[in-house]
């Protein structure tokens, strides 16, 4: 059984490549590559992507007729500044998924503000019919005690407040969702809002 000859690689000590291209660690295991034909090699405690085609030339198994060291030396250089690129590309992708929780959430408070805007809406509805079903009565029945007349309308004044208030709120989520995906907007200033759109109208129970 014949064992397969391995070359050192001279700028990488330890590891060791072979004819056909297996590279191999200190310990003698073969490496795996990636879709791009590289293999991770560690030093300095650093982990590096370097090239099979630049492990050979490395180990002097591919010469070109035009090599000389000054290009081989911008070669390396070349695979270091790749390697510091590919870690900020990894670590905007990282803000990236950042900003995109904060979109779903924002959409998701959206979504809420509008469900509640359509049973606000509704419970408005109901109470314009009510109004009018007993303006209608009261018409009928000839003139009556003017108080309900004035506790229902402003019944109804709070009603169009809220109804405001909410879409208010609903224009300055859309706002941030927009600036977000733009990117005009940063992470931490889309999770502030005036505080006066958050000021809560007074409930019926609070009504004068």
Same mark, same amino acid.
């Given at each position: 059984?014949?064992?397969?000859?391995?070359?050192?690689?001279?700028?990488?000590?330890?590891?060791?490549?072979?004819?056909?291209?297996?590279?191999?660690?200190?310990?003698?295991?073969?490496?795996?590559?990636?879709?791009?034909?590289?293999?991770?090699?560690?030093?300095?405690?650093?982990?590096?992507?370097?090239?099979?085609?630049?492990?050979?030339?490395?180990?002097?198994?591919?010469?070109?007729?035009?090599?000389?060291?000054?290009?081989?030396?911008?070669?390396?250089?070349?695979?270091?500044? #790749?390697?510091?690129? &590919? /870690? @900020?590309?990894? !670590?905007?992708? =990282?803000?990236? %998924?950042? *900003?995109? $929780?904060?979109?779903?959430?924002?959409?998701?408070?959206?979504?809420? #503000?509008?469900?509640? &805007? /359509? @049973?606000?809406? !509704?419970?408005? =509805?109901?109470? %314009?019919? *009510?109004? $009018?079903?007993?303006?209608?009565?009261?018409?009928?029945?000839?003139?009556?005690?003017?108080?309900?007349?004035?506790?229902?309308?402003?019944?109804?004044?709070?009603?169009?407040?809220?109804?405001?208030?909410?879409?208010?709120?609903?224009?300055?989520?859309?706002?941030?969702?927009?600036?977000?995906?733009?990117?005009?907007?940063?992470?931490?200033?889309?999770?502030?809002?005036?505080?006066?759109?958050?000021?809560?109208?007074?409930?019926?129970?609070?009504?004068?």
């Amino acid at each position: 059984m014949t064992t397969e000859q391995r070359y050192p690689i001279p700028e990488w000590p330890g590891y060791t490549v072979s004819l056909e291209g297996e590279v191999y660690s200190p310990r003698g295991a073969a490496l795996s590559c990636d879709s791009r034909g590289r293999v991770v090699l560690r030093k300095d405690a650093r982990n590096h992507r370097v090239p099979i085609g630049l492990c050979l030339r490395m180990a002097g198994l591919l010469q070109h007729p035009q090599a000389d060291k000054a290009g081989y030396d911008a070669l390396v250089q070349r695979c270091y500044l #790749l390697e510091d690129e &590919l /870690a @900020e590309v990894q !670590k905007r992708l =990282a803000t990236h %998924k950042d *900003q995109t $929780a904060d979109i779903v959430r924002l959409e998701g408070e959206r979504d809420k #503000l509008f469900a509640d &805007l /359509a @049973e606000e809406r !509704k419970e408005t =509805a109901a109470a %314009k019919a *009510q109004a $009018a079903k007993e303006k209608k009565a009261r018409i009928s029945a000839g003139p009556k005690s003017a108080s309900k007349d004035a506790d229902l309308e402003r019944r109804l004044r709070w009603a169009r407040k809220l109804n405001g208030h909410l879409l208010a709120l609903i224009r300055k989520l859309r706002g941030i969702i927009t600036d977000l995906e733009s990117g005009k907007r940063t992470r931490a200033s889309s999770l502030r809002l005036d505080e006066d759109i958050y000021l809560q109208p007074q409930t019926i129970d609070e009504l004068p």
